[in-house]
């Protein structure tokens, strides 16, 4: 089985080299097959990521230093007309040198990534193939203005619509999108949705209306499989950028999450309470604000996201909220055009674990390492007071530099960390709870990212984090309260 898949990697890696010449005509060869009104198209992405965790101590002998490897390979072919899109992707994930001694003893629990994924299959060494997007589009119907697309795709909440300003684009992509509902692309796995979307787009706003089912997948090889016990159903109304607003994004957003899996709950419920058990319901109201204003010397943004949860947690009633007000500048006169941006994001935690109301807000399914880089940490039951740098030295290279000062919402409630549902049947809840001790200060987190565009098809990322933890982490982990995450990797897309 092993040499299967090492070989499998090899040949990715291989396959990695011998295509970067061919980038150029692969576009031709690939991508243009053109009739008079239809097209046949083909994409190839691969990526291939190496980990190095060295996670918090904890006083036992589990393995908080370790690294592992990744390749993920993906073939999408196409159909598009002016009628009819059809489009099928295929995701093969090769999985190499995982811990399967990083699991620590409740409540260190697992040191790092590594042993989530460890956890989830039980394996060092695996290998996945899946059919990741296979959906049917009719896009803008008679020229309405209505699309509908059904299948198993992507969903990306807040990119319902998207622009050709590449600054709006970037805030939106990087600062708004996928905060609760998102494939999570960033994990070896990632998930997808089965379901129907419908959306209504005209040059001043866009409905988009969503009714599905998650895939298993994130951390998980099984992530073909639906899972049928959690019902998703979103609205969103965005009022464009510029349009009735000038330099304004404008959107609102309803989210409704159904979880009837018999799997444990993580939460701040007292041991042997029955309070938390029974189904998950939750309505989450939005909204958020997206503006820019140029001036003679740069460009100003700001951002306000904002939530608010009710519903029922078991047979507990369900109340949070969740907030978010960024800002920054980039001076576009000054070489490497720096981009300063400071913000603050507050969740709810629950303060009371023997009342009838959970009130520490629930994260749904996002891709939460967009706003936790080094992803110890997510926002739930936490505040972030963050400052950012970017800068381009050169025109294939982006710097970006990250400040988080952490703390818990409620001394009271848990630290929390995760990115949703990974499995519908089994031990794994999707989120993982370790005790605060009543204390509130979490830790202060460095980051430097690094993103080199080699040529337009291929792209290096280099991250680095450390974190300092604080009273809430030496608690738990008394032997060294701080910890190191570093990754490279290498994606080809053409």
Known sequence: MKKTMRAGLFLALITSVLLFPLTASAEVTLKTFTGAESRITADVEILNRYEYWNWFTPNASADNDYD????????GLGYKSSVMNVYVQAQNTIMLGLPDDAMAPP?????????????????????????????????NILGSGISVKGGRFDYLAGKEAMYKNPKVNWLKNVRLSEKLIGPFGW?????????????????????????SRPTEGGFTDSAHETMNDIDLATFTATMKYDTLVPNVEGRFFYFYYDDERDIAKVDNTPAGSTLNQGDISI????????ATKKTDSGIFDALLWAAYQDGDWGKLDHKAWSYSIEGGYQFMGIYGKPWLRVGYAASSGDDNPDDHTHGTFYQLLPTARKYALFPFYNMMNSRDLFAQIIVKPHQKLALRGDLHLLSLSEGADRWYMGAGPTQNDGPVFGYIGRPSNGDRDLATVLELTAILNLTKNIVATAYYGHAF??????????????????????????
């Open 68 to 75: 592992y490897f990744f390749t993920r390979s993906r073939l």
């Open 107 to 139: 409540p260190a629990g697992p040191l790092g990534l590594g042993a989530i994924y460890y956890l989830h299959d039980g394996e060092e060494d695996s290998q996945s193939t899946i059919i990741r997007q296979a959906f049917m589009e009719f896009p």
């Open 187 to 211: 994990a070896a796995y990632c998930r997808s949705f089965d379901g129907l979307q419908l959306s209504y787009d005209r040059p001043v706003f866009n409905l988009t209306t969503l009714a």
């Open 283 to 290: 309505n989450t109201y939005g909204m958020h604000l997206l």
């Open 469 to 494: 933890g604080d009273d809430v982490i030496e608690n738990i982990y008394p032997e060294d309260e701080d910890a190191d995450f570093f990754y490279f990797e290498l994606k080809f897309v053409f």
